[in-house]
């Protein structure tokens, strides 16, 4: 089974790096990624939309623990009117790899979030993809899975 995984990481990064690299791909370090995924952070318990919009992508790939999938307009929009509001963002077990031009983000998260003016906090297990293109490091993907109820 592992070796199944790591045969799918292959070509899912293949895949990814070929997209990014028509977008002019340039090699990305685990200092860049770590630091991109601390601003975005920031960003959204801040509720800087101006930030938010420079650091995610346009063809950003959004799958909340929840299972709802955003865009990056819809991500950014669930913010901007209140529906979603990040209150504390914490993660912790982070490790990093880089591939070329992308960078993934895997560990686990606790969130203070309101959602709909439900407080809540989520504690999940997360993948972040980061991309480096035409000099910029761009947020193109999130996943995670909440974890179970202790």
Known sequence: ???IATVMLC???LALGSTVHAAGCEPIT???AVKAEDARYTAQMSNDFAAMERLIAEDLVYIHSSSVVDNKKSYIESMRTGAVRYRVMRRSDVSVRTFG???TLTGMGNFDV???DKEMTVELRFHAIWAKRDGKVQFISWQATRLPAK
């Open 101 to 103: 031009c992308v960078a």
């Open 11 to 13: 070509f899912a990064s």
């Open 114 to 116: 309101t959602v709909n």
């Open 30 to 32: 685990a200092d860049e």
């Open 1 to 3: 089974m592992r070796k």
